[in-house]
Antibody, heavy 118, light 111 residues
């Protein structure tokens, strides 16, 4: 069974960089079938896709976050990472990592809440 | 402002049938398949319907999806109290909005 587990600081100061990792088990993040990505959900709001890594190792992003987001993988650790720069209070959200294929996400992590506050 | 448009709320009595709509454009729903996610409070979303009308293993056949043109619908028959949740539609988008876009979500209340 595929499992994803997000981790990272729960509190980030404004203007700093939010950094999260997602540990994957039950599948290889370097496989050639699925994409691995990040989705966030501000408190009480809807879902927003941030970015993903395709099976060729190329990242692609939500245009609205492209300038601030970096998605990367560490194949030796079977981990997915997200860096989101210059954060503001609007970046406060639960961040989920997902395994997906063309937007069909069968597997989600439990999510991690990140609060941006001084 | 979500790319796909859903009603913010829907409701129905136990046993009834309820539908949730999802409206998009030619670049998303009009060109690609639609997926639906169910989310309970405090939990991660769960894939409910994929490729317009396919159910993952374990999803009851009370849940069904359909698509026509640039709109899609999720139907739930035999409504149960356990169905009370938020429902999100999503699709791939071929325009500069994408590629992965979501609806704003619909909160389903079982009366």
């Amino acid at each position: 069974q595929v499992q994803l587990q997000e981790s990272g600081p729960g509190l980030v100061k404004p203007s700093e960089t939010l950094s999260l990792t997602c540990a994957v088990s039950g599948d290889s993040i370097s496989g050639t079938t699925y994409n691995w990505g990040w989705i966030r959900q501000p408190p009480g709001e809807g879902l927003e896709w941030i970015g993903s890594m395709n099976y060729n190792g190329s990242p692609y992003y939500n245009p609205s976050l492209k300038r601030r987001a970096t998605v990367s993988v560490d194949t030796s650790k079977n981990q997915l990472s997200l860096d989101l720069r210059s954060v503001t209070a609007a970046d406060t959200a639960v961040y989920y990592c997902v395994r997906h294929h063309l937007g069909i996400a069968h597997f989600w992590g439990q999510g991690t809440l990140v609060t941006v506050s001084s | 402002q979500s790319v796909l448009t859903q009603p913010p709320s829907a409701s129905g009595a136990p046993g009834q049938r309820v539908t949730i709509s999802c409206s998009g454009t030619r670049s998303n729903i009009g060109s690609n398949t639609v997926n639906w996610y169910q989310q309970f409070p405090g939990a991660a979303p769960k894939l409910l319907i994929f490729a317009n009308n396919q159910r993952p293993s374990g999803v009851p056949d009370r849940f069904s999806g359909s698509k026509s043109g640039t709109s899609a619908s999720l139907a739930i028959t035999g409504l149960q109290s356990d169905d009370e949740a938020d429902y999100y539609c999503a699709a791939w988008d071929d325009s500069l909005n994408g590629p992965w876009v979501f609806g704003g979500g619909t909160k389903l209340t079982v009366l």
